[in-house]
């Protein structure tokens, strides 16, 4: 029986520690948490974001790809390994031009390889796919916001 891409796509992430989600438009989810630490009252986790489109008029998957960082809880009023005191908020810029993701991922996982432990290959996810996409026939896009993906 020959399979669909949307089917090799659900069978391909049975190999990651989440699966694709469908959803509307044949557009396909993963989210995972790559490595969490935790302290009293504190908790911070890192988790990978996968949101693709496959395009069955155009034959293209546009893929967009993200390290998330989230926290919550307290910390103990003076600095410690989680950050400031008390309460604060982050701001975090990304470059985006007509070049690869790759590079902004790449740093991504460099920094937060820095605060945590984990041996998590973000690259994997996006070759699967890619590879996925030259077998069915279909362009891979890389998207870079990931409000284009519609």
Same mark, same amino acid.
Do not use: W
């Given at each position: 029986?020959?399979?669909?891409?949307?089917?090799?796509?659900?069978?391909?992430?049975?190999?990651?520690?989440?699966?694709?989600?469908?959803?509307?438009?044949?557009?396909?989810?993963?989210?995972?948490?790559?490595?969490?630490?935790?302290?009293?009252?504190?908790?911070?986790?890192?988790?990978?974001?996968?949101?693709?489109?496959?395009?069955?008029?155009?034959?293209?998957?546009? &893929?967009?790809?993200?390290?998330?960082?989230?926290?919550?809880?307290?910390?103990?009023?003076?600095?410690?390994? &989680?950050?400031?005191?008390?309460?604060? &908020?982050?701001?975090?810029?990304?470059?985006?031009?007509?070049?690869?993701?790759?590079?902004?991922?790449?740093?991504?996982?460099?920094?937060?390889?820095?605060?945590?432990?984990?041996?998590?290959?973000?690259?994997?996810?996006?070759?699967?796919?890619?590879?996925?996409?030259?077998?069915?026939?279909?362009?891979?896009?890389?998207?870079?916001?990931?409000?284009?993906?519609?």
């Amino acid at each position: 029986m020959v399979k669909n891409i949307k089917e090799e796509l659900a069978e391909l992430s049975s190999t990651y520690p989440a699966k694709f989600a469908e959803k509307r438009n044949n557009i396909f989810i993963l989210d995972f948490v790559v490595a969490q630490r935790k302290a009293f009252l504190r908790t911070q986790k890192l988790t990978y974001h996968c949101k693709l489109k496959v395009d069955e008029e155009n034959k293209a998957i546009n &893929f967009f790809e993200i390290l998330k960082e989230s926290g919550a809880g307290l910390s103990s009023g003076g600095y410690d390994e &989680f950050g400031g005191s008390g309460f604060g &908020f982050k701001v975090e810029k990304t470059k985006t031009g007509l070049k690869s993701r790759e590079g902004t991922i790449k740093e991504q996982s460099d920094l937060f390889g820095k605060k945590y432990n984990y041996e998590f290959n973000f690259e994997k996810v996006r070759e699967d796919v890619e590879g996925l996409a030259r077998e069915f026939g279909y362009s891979f896009n890389l998207v870079l916001i990931e409000r284009n993906i519609k």
